[in-house]
T-cell receptor, first 113, second 114 residues
Framework: ETGVTQSPTHLIKTRGQQVTLRCSSQ?????VSWYQQALGQGPQFIFQYYREEENGRGNFPPRFSGLQFPNYSSELNVNALELDDSALYLCASSWRDYTDTQYFGPGTRLTVL | GDSVTQMEGPVTLSEEAFLTINCTYTATGYPSLFWYVQYPGEGLQLLLK?????DKGSNKGFEATYRKETTSFHLEKGSVQVSDSAVYFC?????????????FGDGTTLTVKP
């Protein structure tokens, strides 16, 4: 059983650019959630995908968008990067159920200059 | 919306001391409650969970009881070890119109000294 993987590990972008982060969910899981974790804070929920459709969204602007593919892997896209977008981006997979345990990937560290 | 409040850290204890990390929540309905732990250099991992009122989650000597009347889910351990040094996050999984949305606290850093 493979765990949740994310790529890349680190990324440096400049303000105004666009970025795509990738996540492969744990085997057997059909739900992926994305989080933004600023330094010293807890993860903030961005959105969740279940069977290729957005299933819930947190308080993030539309320039944060995502996709889930038929193999349940996922992408997070951020357009028009701002300095405040610098953070650790976490992906978590689960089998859809509101009681379910989420399995987290190691994260992608994004720095916006 | 839903929210989770954890006691502010950091917390420093001597080995074998008793640990309590407070967590209270605000949510509609009956959310599931979780404690996640992040060890140095590692990713977030589930420590324990409870899915309904009065349930007790337990793992690795840690316990937490889902208290609906006080909207709390405090984490406890009777005797901490140096290896328990980590950041602990309380979280809930929303229900109803918030189904699919998870809310985390800001984390509490625990340092255990030998």
């Amino acid at each position: 059983e493979t765990g949740v993987t994310q790529s890349p590990t680190h990324l440096i972008k400049t303000r105004g650019q666009q970025v795509t982060l990738r996540c492969s969910s744990q085997s057997g899981h059909n739900t992926v959630s994305w989080y933004q974790q600023a330094l010293g804070q807890g993860p903030q929920f961005i959105f969740q995908y279940y069977r290729e459709e957005e299933n819930g969204r947190g308080n993030f602007p539309p320039r944060f968008s995502g996709l889930q593919f038929p193999n349940y892997s996922s992408e997070l896209n951020v357009n028009a990067l701002e300095l405040d977008d610098s953070a650790l981006y976490l992906c978590a997979s689960s089998w859809r159920d509101y009681t379910d345990t989420q399995y987290f990937g190691p994260g992608t560290r994004l720095t916006v200059l | 919306g839903d929210s989770v409040t954890q006691m502010e850290g950091p917390v420093t204890l001597s080995e074998e001391a008793f640990l309590t990390i407070n967590c209270t929540y605000t949510a509609t309905g009956y959310p599931s409650l979780f404690w996640y732990v992040q060890y140095p250099g590692e990713g977030l991992q589930l420590l324990l969970k409870a899915t309904k009122a009065d349930d007790k989650g337990s793992n690795k000597g840690f316990e937490a009881t889902y208290r609906k009347e006080t909207t709390s889910f405090h984490l406890e351990k009777g005797s901490v070890q140096v290896s328990d040094s980590a950041v602990y996050f309380c979280a809930l999984s929303g229900v109803g119109t918030n189904a699919g949305k998870s809310t985390f606290g800001d984390g509490t850093t625990l340092t255990v000294k030998p």
